[in-house]
């Protein structure tokens, strides 16, 4: 799946031709607003990955976020035209679904497709090299709800496969216990900040899930 990312590579090059043609500054390619930071762009597919388009320097461009949002708007009308137009040639009725105002009206969010939702979400991972099940709860991400990753992939865990991602570790009543354990006994005055991804130890929240019989942090300890 490391075709469909453009990669660090492609983006330096994207960025730096972005510059050398705006006279040092570096603007989205559809609307022309200044961009100052990464957050603030996406590295977007000309001719879409999905339809055969490369992640390569010349198949991509740098837009705003907005800019980014209203092509994937544009890509969904598209789509839905092209599910009307088939059902049509299949003989199937079409005039009392998908009707234009529907079409035209219709954002991202109440209509999501799998490929929009993997355009969002490589997108999102382009930017920031990762994804978490949280991620998608953050309205600022511009992300789907995480609804649309159970829908589409099971859980974040096939979603992360899927892209190319590592996974996580899994924990189980099992496995915190034994973790805590080893910690503990070369840390035995451990603190509740000190359960971290860096220090391959489970979050309050996770622990607290699997030892219902738990409900601070103190109480941990008694493992």
Same mark, same amino acid.
Request: aromatic residues 10%; proline residues 2%.
């Given at each position: 799946?490391?075709?469909?990312?453009?990669?660090?590579?492609?983006?330096?090059?994207?960025?730096?031709?972005?510059?050398?043609?705006?006279? =040092?500054?570096?603007? +989205?390619?559809?609307?022309?607003?200044?961009?100052?930071?990464?957050?603030?762009?996406?590295?977007?597919?000309?001719?879409?990955?999905?339809?055969?388009?490369?992640?390569?320097?010349?198949?991509?461009?740098?837009? +705003?976020?907005?800019?980014?949002?209203?092509?994937?708007?544009?890509?969904?009308?598209?789509?839905?035209?092209?599910?009307?137009?088939?059902?049509?040639?299949?003989?199937?009725?079409?005039?009392?679904?998908?009707?234009?105002?529907?079409?035209?009206?219709?954002?991202?969010?109440?209509?999501?497709?799998?490929?929009?939702?993997?355009?969002?979400?490589?997108?999102?991972?382009?930017?920031?090299?990762?994804?978490?099940?949280?991620?998608?709860?953050? !309205?600022?991400?511009?992300?789907?709800?995480?609804?649309?990753?159970?829908?589409?992939? =099971?859980?974040?865990?096939?979603?992360?496969?899927?892209?190319?991602?590592?996974?996580?570790?899994?924990?189980?009543?099992?496995?915190?216990?034994?973790?805590?354990? !080893?910690? =503990?006994?070369?840390?035995?005055?451990?603190?509740?900040?000190?359960?971290?991804?860096?220090?391959?130890?489970?979050?309050?929240? +996770?622990?607290?899930?699997?030892?219902?019989?738990?409900?601070?942090?103190?109480?941990?300890?008694?493992?």
């Amino acid at each position: 799946m490391a075709d469909r990312f453009f990669s660090n590579s492609v983006q330096y090059q994207a960025v730096l031709k972005n510059l050398k043609q705006n006279n =040092g500054q570096l603007k +989205c390619a559809h609307c022309g607003k200044v961009l100052v930071s990464k957050s603030e762009c996406h590295f977007d597919h000309i001719l879409a990955y999905a339809k055969g388009g490369k992640s390569t320097l010349d198949n991509c461009q740098i837009l +705003c976020n907005n800019c980014n949002l209203a092509k994937t708007n544009k890509d969904l009308r598209e789509f839905v035209l092209e599910e009307k137009a088939k059902k049509f040639i299949a003989g199937e009725s079409i005039s009392d679904e998908l009707k234009e105002q529907t079409i035209l009206e219709t954002s991202s969010s109440k209509l999501m497709t799998r490929e929009i939702f993997d355009n969002l979400v490589s997108n999102f991972i382009n930017e920031k090299g990762d994804i978490k099940k949280i991620d998608f709860i953050r !309205e600022r991400n511009g992300l789907p709800s995480i609804t649309y990753v159970n829908k589409f992939y =099971g859980s974040i865990t096939n979603l992360k496969l899927h892209f190319g991602l590592k996974i996580d570790r899994s924990w189980n009543r099992e496995s915190i216990w034994k973790r805590l354990i !080893e910690y =503990g006994s070369v840390n035995p005055d451990f603190k509740q900040r000190d359960l971290i991804k860096t220090n391959d130890l489970p979050s309050l929240h +996770c622990i607290l899930a699997y030892f219902p019989e738990y409900k601070k942090f103190n109480d941990i300890k008694k493992l």
